[in-house]
């Protein structure tokens, strides 16, 4: 096994990740989590994520693909502008 050594008096950690949740304990939004991007199409394209925790793992791949489809293209108008 390889890798960096942990620092003394640490054990080696995972990539830590901190939940914090409002006062009703539902998770907090994220930094930039809802907020409207000015571009309906890419609000658009992010907002079809927030469905993923109500779909089946096998659906997610098709709701990513196109989303990443609708980002592309908003990419492609800006730079066109």
Do not use: K
Not at 29 to 43: K, M, N, Y
């Amino acid at each position: 096994m390889g890798g960096v050594p942990a620092a003394p008096g640490r054990s080696p950690r995972r990539e830590e990740q901190v939940e914090e949740f409002d006062d009703g304990g539902e998770p907090r939004a994220l930094a930039g989590e809802g907020q409207p991007t000015g571009d309906p199409a890419v609000d658009a394209a992010v907002a079809s994520l927030e469905r993923l925790d109500r779909l089946p793992v096998a659906e997610h791949v098709a709701v990513y693909e196109s989303a990443h489809s609708a980002l592309r293209e908003a990419l492609n108008r800006a730079g066109d502008a």
